[in-house]
């Protein structure tokens, strides 16, 4: 039979109780890893005074935050102990209870503070350590789970290269400079949704990165606002993004009484505006998906209107002809229409002017013993096949289009212009 001796003073192991209270309300850590944490530090504990902890109970109460430690042994005859860690003399036992008896168990709390003040700082130390340890891999595989999900987070702090921001849980994210829109401006106390890009462990820290520029941002984006594509009545195919600026989604339907772009946009533009107004108004482009690739080409490059399209499969490569005043609307502002269409399709699109009066201009080929080989093909990249094709354009557009330097533009045009003086 086991008897409960007197409890000890609980003021005097006022630091484990502490130490164990600070972290019972901890999120991210399940009841049954806590116990099991806390049950190991304290029979370390034990073992290292007594040699063993076989025989000690610990008892935890997690709702009020407290804890004893139990030492259980058994009562013999004085004189005749062999293992003092388990057993004590039946005059001991009685002097802790007067009516025990030779043969009964008696169960003793353990009063922490006869370990020493050292023992016990060590012990509050561990647990810490092991508790924490725990909670950060509780995080690192809350948001491993959650990698391509929307959060929403507040704002902490912003640096020049990345900003902190934390969860509802109080669990820090960061935001790089470069998963940022460009006009994307932030101060301390500010809502920001973001996707959960990738999660790593970083020296035993988990470090949780969030996105606004991937392209999976946006399509989550689709599927809050759009309710066939949360469904998987609409396929979005592929996404491809200029951030804050322009954006290409190619969608699909397998059920023919679904418009696929009409339901993404909705009346009057009202699913796709909230999706602009989170981007910064990013101009979006929502187009039907088809494996016909002259036809997706063509919806790719919306809006400029295509007069014909010449495909090299095996190079993947598009010759593209527009009318003259459809060009600028295929290459689009910066350039990032045409370079859109070209990722979102595959093809390495050229863009030439589908003109009858070419009699008297002349290719830029024909200048290649004049024009570096290059610089003419940068040029042919924003539309300017022809030597007219380049002198219509202003060289402050000229530069702007293209990745050349200023000098290097006004050579090209006094070039040109020489052929036709």
Same mark, same amino acid.
């Given at each position: ?34 116990? %099991? ?12 005074? /007594? ?25 013999? +005859? ?6 003092? %860690? ?56 809350? /948001?491993?789970?959650?990698?391509? +999900? ?19 849980? @109080? ?7 470069? +998963?940022?829109? @460009? ?24 470090? $949780?990165?969030? %996105? ?6 946006? &399509? ?7 309710? &066939? ?36 946009? @909705? ?6 505006? @909230? ?21 997706? $080409? %063509? ?71 004049? $024009?570096?080989?290059?610089? $003419? ?27 050349? +330097? ?12 020489? &052929?036709?003086?």
């Amino acid at each position: 039979m086991k008897k409960n001796a007197p409890a000890a003073d609980k003021n005097e192991h006022t630091e484990l109780v502490e130490a164990f209270s600070e972290f019972k309300d901890l999120k991210n850590i399940d009841r049954a890893s806590m116990m %099991s944490i806390l049950e190991d530090v304290f029979k370390n504990m034990l073992k290292k005074k /007594y040699g063993t902890a076989d025989n000690f109970d610990i008892v935890i109460n997690t709702d009020k935050g407290d804890l004893q430690a139990l030492r259980n042994r058994l009562i013999v +005859e004085d004189g005749t102990v062999e293992d003092p %860690s388990t057993q004590i003399e039946y005059s001991e036992a009685v002097r802790i209870q007067p009516d025990f008896e030779v043969g009964e168990e008696v169960s003793e709390e353990v009063r922490f503070m006869d370990f020493g003040r050292r023992a016990v700082l060590a012990a509050r130390q561990n647990l810490m350590a092991r508790v924490q340890e725990l909670e950060k891999e509780g995080i690192f595989r809350k /948001y491993k789970d959650r990698v391509g +999900e929307i959060i929403t987070g507040e704002v902490y702090q912003t640096w020049k290269k990345e900003t902190l921001v934390m969860d509802d849980d @109080g669990n820090e994210l960061i935001l790089p400079k470069s +998963e940022q829109i @460009g006009s994307d401006f932030f101060k301390k106390g500010d809502s920001v949704r973001a996707v959960v890009l990738r999660v790593e462990m970083i020296n035993g820290t988990p470090k $949780i990165i969030l %996105s606004r520029t991937s392209p999976l941002f946006l &399509e989550k984006l689709f599927e809050l606002e759009v309710p &066939e594509v949360f469904d998987g009545l609409i396929t979005i195919k592929k996404i491809v993004r200029e951030p804050g600026e322009r954006a290409k989604v190619a969608v699909e339907s397998y059920d023919d009484r679904i418009d696929p772009v009409g339901a993404c946009v @909705g009346m009057k533009g009202s699913r796709i505006h @909230g999706i602009v107004r989170e981007l910064r108004n990013e101009n979006i482009d929502v187009i039907n998906f088809t494996t016909n690739s002259p036809l997706f $080409i %063509s919806r790719a490059l919306a809006p400029a209107k295509i007069t014909s399209i010449k495909l090299d499969d095996e190079k993947k490569r598009a010759s593209v002809f527009l009318k003259p005043d459809q060009v600028s609307l295929a290459i689009g502002k910066g350039g990032h229409n045409i370079k859109l269409a070209g990722k979102l399709t595959g093809y390495e699109i050229d863009v030439y002017r589908d003109t009858d009066d070419d009699s008297e201009d002349v290719d830029l080929d024909e200048f290649a013993d004049e $024009i570096e080989p290059w610089i $003419i093909d940068e040029l042919k990249t924003i539309g300017c096949d022809t030597a007219k094709s380049v002198l219509e354009l202003p060289v402050e557009d000229l530069v702007k289009r293209t990745d050349l +330097e200023e000098e290097t533009i006004k050579e090209v045009v006094r070039i040109l212009r020489s &052929e036709f003086e």
